[in-house]
């Protein structure tokens, strides 16, 4: 199986408006994981659909190998380039991810000069256990202040996950991050919009924004 031939599965499916729908690429890419397809003659990064074709037979088929899936992943970082594609790459992490393996990678990512390789280390802590507070506390060394807005995004993601599991230890470090206001801002409204947040801590969280505000002059 090469590119062009899955270019042609894939344009069978194409609708109307020139797209094809992520329900048609996974269910394409289930049929050719179901026929065993020697795919090493595909190229990834020249057609995105065809590269999220490849990754429905391959992170489905390593979903309980968090470790395959990330050495999967591995050739295609380069070609990262929306939070599209980094987001949809984590629906196939099984939660809850092997912590310490993806902490270890996350290191590895976040020390790129690609910003949604950065990204990836960041978002795929969603399918973390959160509940655990020795992880939180670790997350938390890993955030730094940007001005990349996919990041800002990233980040504020997590933290409000994490709000939502650990809500004292987040607090707590929202009143003494040395974070950017524009990061822990963003955050706080994460956590306002969510509805796994209760009333009264969306109202300590309110609470806390004109004062962090003032603090740090957002």
């Known amino acids: 199986m090469n590119n062009r031939e899955i270019k042609i599965l894939l344009d069978q499916k194409r ?21 065993n397809c020697d795919l090493s003659n595909v190229q990834l990064g020249l057609d995105y659909e065809i590269d999220f074709v490849y990754f429905h ?5 390593y979903r309980k190998d968090l470790n395959k899936q990330l050495k999967c992943i591995e050739p ?5 380039d929306s939070w599209f594609k ?13 912590f310490d393996l993806f902490y270890s990678f996350a290191k590895i990512y976040l020390s790129s000069t690609n910003p949604y390789v950065q990204r990836l280390g960041y ?10 507070i020795d992880n939180c506390i670790r997350i938390i060394q890993l955030f730094k202040n940007t001005e990349e807005h996919t990041l800002i995004m990233a980040q504020a993601w997590v933290m409000a996950e994490m709000y939502i599991n650990n809500p004292t230890l987040m607090y707590s470090f929202f009143k003494t991050s040395n974070l950017n206001y524009p990061i822990i801002s963003m955050a706080l409204s994460k ?17 806390l924004r004109p004062i962090l505000k003032m603090k740090k002059g957002g």
């Open 191 to 207: 956590c306002t919009d969510s509805y796994r947040i209760s009333k009264d801590e969306k109202i300590k969280i309110r609470k």
């Open 76 to 80: 295609y970082l380069p070609y990262l």
């Open 57 to 61: 037979i391959f992170l489905t088929r």
């Open 15 to 35: 609708r109307a408006n020139g797209r094809v729908y992520n329900g048609d690429i996974k269910q394409i890419g289930k049929e050719l994981g179901q026929k």
């Open 86 to 98: 980094v987001d949809n790459l984590i629906t196939y992490f099984k939660k809850p991810i092997n």
């Open 123 to 132: 978002v795929g802590f969603i399918k973390a256990d959160l509940k655990n």
